[in-house]
T-cell receptor, first 108, second 113 residues
């Protein structure tokens, strides 16, 4: 099955800093998504991004499907950005596969 | 209105018991899922349902059985609970099978003692 890797596993930032999270996957996929799990455990869908670039406020994501990676950019980070960021991929007829996550801590 | 609702939020039970977790979505989505999240935060899919039909059953013990009375509901029944079943279980739904509009419930924390 598809393997999903995320880097870095842990990231500590000072409020206001920018960061880039990476997701690598081992095979071509029909869809890729980014999720944020906040410190209270709630999972929020950030981006549906099988290819190309999308932006939503301070967050943006880019997926280069031909090279099997996706990047999540967080600009001007805030303490509310803390939590775990997951990428997940899927192919037709297969189940979603989640990466191990990047644990982000934004310090005030 | 909560888009994907799970009940109960917390469940503490003894080994050997049988328990159910309910999930309902009001988004009109066609696909629903059950996930298990362990203490290290790894998310592992257990079941996927599309329009009330099981489409892929991941390798989970037979003690776990999903039941979908209609496409808005996907319940999880667990027989003979074991200590290793302790985890957070998430229900989710999406508009289609590639995950458009993916929405998670708030999770059920199951503790087996």
């Amino acid at each position: 099955g598809i393997q999903v890797e995320q880097s870095p596993p842990d990231l500590i930032l000072q409020e206001g800093a920018n960061s880039t999270l990476r997701c690598n996957f081992s095979d071509s996929v029909n869809n890729l998504q980014w999720f944020h799990q906040n410190p209270w455990g709630q999972l929020i869908n950030l981006f549906y991004i099988p290819s190309g670039t999308k932006q939503n406020g301070r967050l943006s994501a880019t997926t280069v499907a031909t090279e099997r990676y996706s990047l999540l950019y967080i600009s001007s980070s805030q303490t509310t950005d803390s939590g775990v960021y997951f990428c997940a991929v899927v192919n037709y007829g297969q189940n979603f596969v989640f990466g191990p996550g990047t644990r982000l801590s934004v310090l005030p | 209105d909560t888009a994907v609702s799970q009940t109960p939020k917390y469940l503490v039970t003894q080994m050997g018991n049988d328990k159910s977790i309910k999930c309902e979505q009001n988004l009109g989505h066609d696909t629903m899922y059950w996930y298990k999240q362990d203490s290290k935060k790894f998310l592992k899919i257990m079941f996927s349902y599309n329009n009330k039909e099981l489409i892929i059953n991941e390798t989970v013990p037979n003690r776990f059985s999903p039941k979908s009375p209609d496409k808005a509901h996907l319940n999880l029944h667990i027989n003979s609970l074991e200590l290793g079943d302790s985890a957070v279980y998430f229900c989710a739904s999406s508009q289609d099978y590639v995950g458009y509009g993916y929405t998670f419930g708030s999770g059920t924390r199951l503790t087996v003692v």
